[in-house]
């Protein structure tokens, strides 16, 4: 893996995490990386492609930007809570948030992005 493919972590913070091979791998984790905030309970995050999965969702960390594939049930039951400050689109199988939008959990956890792409399952 050479310096370009490595996911750089901004200001990494955690209770206990290590890393396996290109894996991070963690408890009680806060990042910044490439504009997106993560403060999460549990998470394995694939350094060279920015894919995770965290107690409360599942995707990849891109610029400025987040994928996240969640099941519908998991927003109609409030474990999973998005907040749109600017924009928001919903598609039959996705939702598209734009501007400086929040991802969180029902025990406080939380992803902060410009833009979120909530693909529904």
Do not use: P, R
């Not at 493919?5 to 009680?28: A, M, P, R, V």
């Not at 309970?41 to 599942?58: D, E, M, P, R, W």
Request: net charge negative; hydrophobic share 40%; with cysteine.
């Amino acid at each position: 893996m050479n310096a370009s493919q490595t996911t750089i972590l901004q200001k990494l913070i955690c209770i206990n995490c290590f890393y396996e091979d290109d894996e991070l791998i963690g408890y009680g984790v806060k990042f910044k990386k490439n504009g997106v905030y993560a403060n999460v309970h549990l998470i394995k995050l694939n350094t060279s492609t920015g894919q995770f999965s965290a107690g409360f969702a599942n995707g990849g960390f891109l610029t400025n930007k987040v994928e996240v594939y969640a099941e519908n049930k998991w927003i109609d039951k409030k474990m999973l809570i998005f907040e749109a400050k600017d924009e928001l689109e919903m598609l039959e199988d996705k939702y598209i948030l734009k501007g400086e939008e929040k991802l969180m959990s029902a025990k406080n956890e939380v992803i902060e992005a410009a833009e979120f792409i909530i693909h529904l399952e």
